[in-house]
């Protein structure tokens, strides 16, 4: 360990002295020891970035909770109740329960995708955090799904807020919402790496206008969110049904109403399958930006 220590220190320091330069820690931080550990994700090494994000996040908790929960009962306030007054039910429920049950996913997005996008992109770029973490016994995919399951566990507790602000506006609970949590879990990992990996292909900040604009927005409203795909064309039904997003809406739903196992199966498996595939390619656009 001392050698791998001192070789390191070595190739940080440079020719005679001169000041550490970023790349060249990037690519110390990948030590033998941490190279032969490529694709075996080690508890000790995720643990230990959870916990850093953990005890940074005490100190930023209020703004944070303030803004990814009252975004979204705002977006709930507003349809349940501004369009409620001009349309009553949709497929069978009450619009206010239809919008409660919906604004979940919106939670969630909102509270994994963004903090993912913005907050690899400063850590990387300006903070250089992750040439620190990497120098450790972590390398880059544990590095990449700790960050992910630390957003996916807030998205899917502020997910739940939307839920417990309908119920006080009339929505029944049910055993099924016990789930919601890991539902917006799920998603909630899916759309973290989505941004994880927007950052590390994104050479300025700048150009994340660019994905809110084409991919995101349109993303949030055609989930069935606010009104049901059925009302749309054929074209944006079809895009709908690979929108994660409405696999989000229709599961929350479902578990706040009854449960339609064989779609709920399709659901549920479209949502696994996006979060692993957005994992993969988190790390491969993280890697490509950390290691060099």
């Not at 009450?94 to 850590?123: C, R």
């Not at 929505?171 to 099924?176: A, D, I, N, R």
């Not at 050479?203 to 009104?227: E, H, M, Q, R, W």
Request: with cysteine.
């Amino acid at each position: 360990m001392s050698r791998v220590t001192s070789t390191a220190g070595s190739s940080l320091r440079g020719p005679e002295g001169e000041t550490p330069r970023p790349e060249l820690a990037r690519t110390a931080g990948r030590n033998p020891s941490s190279r032969a550990r490529i694709g075996r994700l080690e508890g000790s090494a995720i643990r230990g970035v959870l916990v850093r994000e953990f005890t940074n996040f005490t100190s930023y908790w209020r703004s944070t909770t303030f803004s990814s929960t009252i975004d979204p009962t705002i977006y709930l306030l507003a349809f349940g109740f501004g369009f409620g007054t001009l349309v009553s039910q949709v497929n069978g429920l009450d619009y206010v329960d239809f919008v409660g049950t919906g604004v979940v996913a919106t939670a969630v997005l909102f509270s994994s995708v963004f903090p993912s996008m913005f907050g690899t992109f400063v850590k990387y770029s300006f903070q250089h955090t992750y040439d620190a973490i990497l120098a450790a016994p972590v390398d880059t995919e544990e590095l990449v799904t700790a960050e992910a399951l630390w957003m996916a566990l807030r998205a899917g507790t502020y997910g739940c807020v939307p839920l417990l602000v309908a119920m006080v506006f009339g929505l029944q609970p049910s055993l099924g919402m016990l789930l919601v949590p890991p539902i917006a879990f799920i998603s909630g990992f899916g759309w973290s790496c989505f941004g994880i990996m927007i950052a590390g292909l994104l050479k300025s900040i700048d150009n994340f206008n660019y994905v809110t604009s084409t991919v995101i927005t349109p993303t949030f409203l055609v989930a069935g969110t606010f009104f049901p795909l059925s009302g749309l064309p054929e074209w944006a039904q079809i895009a709908g049904n690979f929108n994660p997003l409405h696999h989000t809406v229709e599961l929350v739903r479902h578990a706040a109403f009854g449960w339609d196992v064989g779609a709920d199966l399709l659901h549920l498996g479209a949502l696994v399958l996006f979060a692993i595939v957005m994992w993969r390619l988190a790390i491969r656009a993280m890697e490509r930006k950390l290691v060099t």
